[in-house]
């Protein structure tokens, strides 16, 4: 193997950068040549492939985002779509993809290996740390970080004015990261799409802890748990308290990567090449990843087979520090 390809695919997250970085560098250190693909599999269909040198990936690790773009492809979702990237992949003379991504671009790998059979590696950046296999995916922490510095500050209001707040967090259909910034943060309640939760208990409960003293609240929702407007509403009437909804949005996909999002980022990078470079032309695509502290790689199949579970243990203990 002499030519190999990086390339970002799905939602953006801090330290896709130090990614790239990281592969570029050492697969130049390991003799390979390399190209970047512009705008994930929709680059990938047309062809949109740029030669990488050392100095391509210079001043990067601490910016957000992507310098290679990303994008969602329906097209490569379709048998044809792929061919037309396989034949892009040909024409360059492309032996080996790097994939940066999250489960979907994990998916789409081990669709287009289906249809040819080239030597993949995935690289797990997703802030919702929602692929199976590793315990943590690059992006995570710093999404983390950015959720705490503005629940902080809105904590500062529902303290102030006694209000009770609902702060939406990213997580459509899971809830890795609500579940940790609602630790982390000290709220009093965390809504997951996970766990099922009743809202009558929450509003005794509420009122039950304003009894106490307790006059602020803070409910960390993930986006996928419900209508947050909808549950204000419904804790409104049922208590009688002023609750507030705040959406935090796209600023927790953004952002300068923190340490731990750069450290694995660059270990993970690495790895990936190193295993790259040992893999045959058909040996089934694998993911790097990091449990217990070691970095790892896996079968994509892994991941492809098995459901990453949401921590309950964590969970319940979230809740005793919340009485
Ligand atoms: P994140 O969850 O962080 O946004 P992701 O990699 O899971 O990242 P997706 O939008 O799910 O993001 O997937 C990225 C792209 O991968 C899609 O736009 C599509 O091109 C491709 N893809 C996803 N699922 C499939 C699939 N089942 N078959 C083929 N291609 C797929």
């Known amino acids: 193997m002499e030519r190999i390809a990086v390339m970002t695919s799905g939602g953006d997250a801090p330290g896709m950068n130090a990614c790239i970085r990281a592969v570029v560098r050492s697969a130049i250190y390991y003799g390979f040549k390399v190209f970047g693909v512009r705008r994930g599999y929709a680059g990938l269909i047309g062809g949109e492939i740029i030669p990488m040198e050392l100095r391509s990936v210079s001043g990067i690790i601490n910016l957000g985002g992507t310098i290679l773009k990303t994008a969602r492809c329906e097209e490569f979702r379709t048998k044809e779509g792929r061919?037309?990237?396989?034949?892009?992949?040909?024409?360059?003379?492309?032996?080996?993809?790097?994939?940066?991504?999250?489960?979907?671009?994990?998916?789409?790998?081990?669709?287009?290996?289906?249809?040819?059979?080239?030597?993949?590696?995935g690289i797990p950046v997703t802030i919702d740390n929602d692929v199976c296999g590793t315990d943590y995916t690059v992006g995570f922490d710093t999404a983390i970080n950015t959720a705490l510095e503005a629940i902080d500050k809105i904590r500062d209001t529902a303290f102030s004015h006694e209000r009770i707040f609902i702060i939406e967090v990213m997580g459509r259909k899971r809830g890795f990261l609500a579940l940790e910034v609602g630790l982390a943060s000290g709220s009093e309640i965390v809504l997951l799409p996970e766990v099922k939760y009743d809202l009558d208990v929450i509003c005794e409960s509420i009122l039950h802890n304003r009894e106490k003293g307790k006059?602020?609240?803070?409910?960390?929702?993930?986006?996928?748990?419900?209508?947050?407007?909808?549950?204000?509403?419904?804790?409104?009437?049922?208590?009688?308290?002023?609750?507030k909804v705040s959406i935090i949005g796209y600023i927790q996909r953004g952002g300068s990567p923190t340490a731990r999002s750069r450290k694995i980022a660059s270990l993970f990078g690495i790895h990936a090449v190193q295993v790259?470079?040992?893999?045959?032309?058909?040996?089934?695509?694998?993911?790097?990843?990091?449990?217990?502290?070691?970095?790892?790689?896996?079968?994509?199949?892994?991941?492809?087979?098995?459901?990453?579970?949401i921590d309950k243990e964590l969970y319940e203990l979230a809740q005793i520090l919340a009485i």
Not at 215 to 239: H, L, P, R, V, W
């Open 83 to 121: 061919e037309k990237a396989i034949k892009v992949i040909k024409d360059n003379n492309i032996e080996g993809l790097v994939v940066i991504g999250g489960d979907g671009s994990f998916t789409a790998a081990g669709q287009l290996y289906e249809q040819y059979k080239i030597p993949i590696v």
């Open 215 to 243: 006059t602020s609240y803070i409910i960390i929702m993930a986006e996928g748990a419900g209508n947050s407007f909808a549950i204000a509403d419904q804790i409104k009437k049922c208590t009688g308290f002023e609750v």
């Open 276 to 309: 790259l470079k040992d893999m045959q032309e058909s040996s089934n695509p694998k993911i790097v990843g990091i449990r217990e502290e070691k970095i790892i790689d896996y079968d994509l199949e892994y991941m492809l087979k098995n459901e990453k579970k």
